[in-house]
C-alpha cells in the first residue's frame, strides 16, 4: 500500500521533539518561600478593626 506525501508529513508532525528554551528555566522556590491563603485573616483584621475603632 502507498502512502500519500501529505499523510506521511501529517504523520511526522505527531513526533515532533518540542522547542526548547535557550535560557535557564526559573528554580523552582523552596517551601518556605511559597506563599499560602490564609481564609480566616481578612475576617480577623476586620474584628480588629472594628474593636480598635470603638477605643
Known amino acids: 500500500m502507498q502512502i500519500s506525501l ?3 508529513a501529517l504523520d511526522n508532525l ?3 521533539p518540542p522547542k526548547r528554551s535557550r535560557s535557564n ?4 522556590p ?3 518561600e511559597i ?3 490564609d ?4 475576617l ?4 480588629w478593626l472594628r474593636v480598635r ?3
Do not use: E
Not at 25 to 28: E, T
Not at 39 to 42: G, H, L, N, R
Not at 44 to 47: C, T, V
Open 6 to 8: 501529505t499523510q506521511r
Open 14 to 16: 505527531i513526533f515532533i
Open 25 to 28: 528555566p526559573k528554580p523552582k
Open 30 to 32: 523552596s517551601t518556605s
Open 35 to 37: 506563599r499560602t491563603y
Open 39 to 42: 481564609p480566616v485573616w481578612p
Open 44 to 47: 480577623m483584621a476586620k474584628r
Open 53 to 55: 475603632s470603638r477605643k
